[in-house]
């Protein structure tokens, strides 16, 4: 037997020019073969949508170990939630999710949907605003301060922490370098907040007095405090950001949103699968594993490239046209399996909220030019020009 000559390709992941634009250059990846090469970045790149979503349940071969594409962020993230593997994952992540839970989440749907119906409104009732920093930013940066409760002078900083945090996964490139020493501003913080500096009534208040009552280890609470703030905010500015990007660009799903709102959940799911929040996620392979006659050795590192799976067209018909009533409920955008997304339901939350604010106040709109912020990790943009033509 015959082992297929392993496909490989020059590409950098992380440049600028393939974060700018990353949808030929992947697409040529994906439809080279499911799993590439990739010198530049010492990874093994999956590309499609099957292997992907396989990878993401197969936690014994492919750990999160190694999600981060740098060595001193991996010995950073050892032993969080992030980078272990079940049993132990399940044990940490009961305590990340206590307050993250559907039940935990009714009961700050009302306030959150208060919250994006003041911005939105607001916003809107100028005609012409960056959607951007004045919703994708404006809604989760409220909703997320309030619920650790936070004071004005930590608010301030959230959107930079965020930022670093996704920043310092990737590879030891400049954007990297110059994060640390904010990723760290975070970790230093959350690492050494006391409960008394977080709002009575708050979630984060709530986490002490779980250590407090023998419910999880006193250690815990910086690490959930600091998730929050480092995996809670920026993949929510950018997909409520998409999503209102993908709908400016597309009028007709726009219209069919606004005649039938029990739509909202499934156009966001959309938006997801055609613009993941995050480049990729990192995975050490702990055993050779074969994909496609391509064999990936031991102690490599696989990119799990989202993008590539969620346009595959071996999964989904017409990968590259935005269509709200597809709702693809298996978008690999959160991930699959034990690892995903422990804060997808509370940016779902906000998402919604989002999107029904604004559908029942704009009748029709356009988009100017979008800027991508370029970031390691997530995939979001900098600013979205918005005129609202038609208000309700």
């Known amino acids: 037997m015959t082992t297929r000559t392993v496909p490989t390709s020059d590409i950098d992941l992380f440049s600028d020019e393939v974060l700018l634009d990353p949808y030929e250059p992947l697409r040529a990846l994906r439809e080279t073969a499911a799993v590439v090469q990739i010198p530049a970045n010492d990874v093994w790149a999956i590309t499609r949508y099957e292997p992907i979503r396989a990878a993401f349940l197969n936690y014994e071969t492919f750990s999160s170990n190694k999600v981060a594409f740098n060595d001193a962020m991996n010995q950073a993230l050892s032993g969080t939630t992030l980078a272990t593997d079940p049993p132990d994952h399940h044990q940490l992540r009961v305590a990340l999710m206590e307050n993250l839970t559907p039940r935990a989440l009714r009961k700050i749907k009302d306030d959150t949907d208060a919250k994006a119906d003041a911005i939105v409104g607001e916003l809107v009732s100028s005609g012409a605003f960056d959607a951007i920093d004045g919703i994708a930013r404006a809604v989760p940066l409220n909703v997320v301060a309030d619920m650790i409760g936070v004071n004005r002078a930590i608010r301030d900083n959230m959107l930079r922490w965020g930022d670093a945090a996704f920043n310092v996964l990737g590879p030891m490139n400049q954007r990297t370098i110059e994060s640390f020493p904010i990723a760290g501003e975070l970790f230093g913080w959350a690492t050494n907040v006391k409960a008394e500096e977080l709002a009575e009534g708050s979630m984060g208040r709530a986490i002490f007095a779980a250590a407090e009552a023998g419910k999880i280890p006193a250690e815990s609470c910086g690490h959930i405090i600091h998730q929050y703030v480092a995996a809670g905010m920026d993949t929510t500015i950018a997909s409520i950001g998409n999503v209102l990007w993908l709908l400016g660009e597309n009028p007709d799903q726009y219209e069919a949103l606004r005649a039938d709102p029990s739509l909202i959940p499934a156009a966001f799911n959309e938006a997801l699968r055609m613009e993941p929040p995050a ?80 559908i029942r106040r704009v009748k029709r709109f356009t988009i100017g030019t979008p800027v991508r912020h370029i970031n390691n990790s997530t995939r979001g943009l900098g600013s979205l020009p918005i005129v609202a033509l038609d208000l309700a």
């Open 279 to 358: 480049l990729s996620f990192g995975r050490l392979v702990k055993h050779d594993i074969t994909i496609d006659d391509v064999t990936i050795p031991a102690g490599a590192q696989a990119a799990l490239l989202l993008l590539t799976g969620n346009r595959d067209p071996r999964h989904y018909d017409d990968p590259d046209t935005f269509r709200i009533a597809r709702n693809p409920v298996d978008n690999l955008a959160f991930g699959y399996g034990a690892h995903s997304c422990a804060g997808q339901g509370l940016a779902r939350l906000q998402a919604n909220a989002t999107l029904e604010a604004f």
